[in-house]
């Protein structure tokens, strides 16, 4: 009887392992919403509700497939926006480049009430890179360095003011060292924590445990050393397990150091089916509901899918796109050139 017992025990917990995988087999693609724009940052509500932030000055927000758009100018420019973030009561969008600019925009549900210029940083070397909200009062931005270190923007009053770290209170970064404004993914968040990702001449996370006060700097795998190497993107299931990936954007098909795990919050990083698997990807998420086990990554170069943790890939598309967001577990938008598509896993 006990034997019987044990047995049954085990069984159960192979049954509980393999159902945390959703073992997708494909993808349906469906188009929601095609512009000539550029768009790296996307923000789904719900499976038929998504924002978004482009070039041209354009944001907006893809309602059942229908646009409701807005252009922003600051002064005469029309600002190039790749950070986006939303509160349930707003949503923000931070510019690249000189100046940035990030505003605040009231939401009631349904439409964009009103717009307001909530921050703004002059200088030659401004660029500002991707943005989250740990809940409606707490958000962080990151940007490229300046004097020394990376530009760290953090509000704790709904997004109503914003405040730039000093250095001071920051890891100094390397010379080369920057980060890429490529999917609004350079920050995860989970609980209090906050990790940030680097590329160029070095790849690094940089961690917070208490949302910003104390900082530490990791070093990773990661292919590095070149302007266009490095960690693209970042993230975490809990405090401790997380995924970075990237590459070489000069070399896209490239599939050694570009992709790499950590079990222990960010200390220590171990490279991924290395020499295996896709090349360059500028996105990548874990799927919801499948305990850290399914990761999805998007890129120029296709959407690939993993149900072990990253061990082992499959394309399940050659589709392009720079960002993906996940709504539930089987549904996702992603944004690319000209483009934002609902993802449904099957």
Not at 39 to 65: C, H, M, S, T
Not at 223 to 238: E, L, P, R, W
Request: aromatic share 12%; with cysteine.
């Amino acid at each position: 009887m006990r034997f019987f017992s044990i047995l049954l025990l085990l069984i159960g917990l192979v049954s509980c392992t393999s159902n945390s995988s959703k073992n997708f087999i494909s993808v349906d693609i469906e188009p929601v919403f095609m512009d000539s724009l550029s768009i790296r940052a996307i923000e789904p509500l719900d499976e038929n509700r998504v924002w978004f932030a482009a070039n041209k000055g354009i944001v907006g927000l893809i309602d059942n497939k229908q646009p409701k758009l807005a252009t922003i100018k600051y002064e005469d420019s029309l600002l190039d926006f790749r950070s986006i973030a939303a509160t349930d009561s707003a949503v923000f969008v931070l510019s690249i480049a000189n100046p940035a600019v990030l505003y605040k925009i009231g939401f009631n549900g349904t439409a964009a009430t009103n717009i307001q210029e909530v921050y703004t940083e002059t200088g030659e070397t401004v660029f500002y890179d991707s943005m989250k909200f740990w809940n409606n009062n707490e958000g962080i931005a990151m940007g490229d360095p300046v004097d020394g270190c990376l530009s760290i923007l953090v509000t704790q009053n709904g997004g109503d003011s914003w405040e730039k770290l000093s250095c001071d209170k920051l890891p100094k970064v390397e010379k080369g060292e920057a980060a890429f404004a490529a999917s609004n993914s350079n920050i995860s968040l989970y609980k209090n924590h906050v990790w940030i990702a680097t590329g160029g001449k070095q790849a690094r996370i940089f961690h917070s445990k208490n949302k910003g006060n104390d900082w530490e700097v990791y070093n990773t795998p990661i292919v590095q050393g070149k302007a266009m190497t490095g960690i693209y993107s970042v993230d975490f299931f809990d405090e401790k397990t997380g995924v970075i990936f990237g590459g070489d954007w000069d070399k896209k098909e490239f599939n050694e150091g570009n992709k790499a795990i950590t079990k222990d919050g960010g200390k220590t990083w171990n490279l991924l089916s290395n020499g295996k698997g896709p090349g360059y990807r500028s996105s990548v998420k874990f799927v919801p509901g499948t305990k850290g086990n399914d990761l999805v990554a998007v890129g120029s170069p296709g959407l690939s899918y993993s149900n072990d943790q990253g061990e082992s890939w499959q394309e399940l598309s050659k589709e392009g796109f720079y960002a993906v967001e996940f709504v539930n577990d089987s549904i996702a938008f992603a944004s690319g050139n000209n483009k934002i598509a609902k993802l449904i896993f099957r």
